[in-house]
T-cell receptor, first 110, second 113 residues
């Protein structure tokens, strides 16, 4: 079973920031929070991951709470191409198997 | 650096046949994992190979098997195909260091008739 809980769906207006929450209250000290997204029928695309510090890359920012029990993925200026299913996964990293939940279906509206 | 490649991209088979899917990992990645994605069950882990050895296996019947070659390329095989095996089969490669992540290929869409 997935160790994360995400809303089933979210909407966001184009050009606005999309904030996707994830709860992972049973995360272990050596587990990372990973975010992937899957655009219809394509392979999942890696977005970002973090252990306990906030992280930012060219795609997104990841905010992890101090107790590490939840996190938020932020897409700063959402475009129509960001419409996808977003998966939040906790994993020890490397080649450890990824346990996917149902994810959040994010729809960016014009 | 080239990404993960999978061949073929699409495949149609009939029940009872067998199928072999191929995955070429990102150069330098020694771990290859396979996943099955169906509308009903979502994305599920099949197995993972590292240095030609299966290190981890998901909860799938023995009809699903795989192997890895010395160049890290991997194949998975499904024998005696069933209608329920229709799915998107994804492979992911990783350098297998804790701070690293897995990168997925585009997948092979298998339709069993």
């Amino acid at each position: 079973d997935a160790k994360t809980t995400q809303p089933t769906s979210m909407d966001c207006a184009e050009g606005r920031a999309a904030n996707l929450p994830c709860n992972h209250s049973t995360i272990s000290g050596n587990e990372y929070v990973y975010w992937y997204r899957q655009i219809h029928s394509q392979g999942p695309q890696y977005i970002i991951h973090g252990l306990k510090n906030n992280e930012t890359n060219e795609m997104a920012s990841l905010i992890i709470t101090e107790d590490r029990k939840s996190s938020t993925l932020i897409l700063p200026h959402a475009t129509l191409r960001d419409t996808a299913v977003y998966y939040c996964i906790v994993s020890r990293g490397g080649a450890q198997k990824l346990v996917f939940g149902q994810g959040t279906r994010l729809t960016i509206n014009p | 650096k080239a990404g993960v490649t999978q061949t073929p991209r699409y495949l149609i088979k009939t029940r009872g046949q067998q199928v072999t899917l191929s995955c070429s990992p990102i150069s330098g990645h020694r771990s290859v994992s396979w996943y099955q994605q169906t509308p009903g069950q979502g994305l599920q882990f099949l197995f993972e190979y590292f240095s030609e050895t299966q290190r981890n296996k998901g909860n799938f019947p023995g009809r699903f098997s795989g192997r890895q070659f010395s160049n890290s390329r991997s194949e998975m095989n499904v024998s005696t195909l069933e209608l329920g095996d229709s799915a998107l089969y994804l492979c992911a490669s990783s350098p297998d260091r804790p701070t690293e992540t897995q990168y997925f290929g585009p997948g092979t869409r298998l339709l069993v008739l």
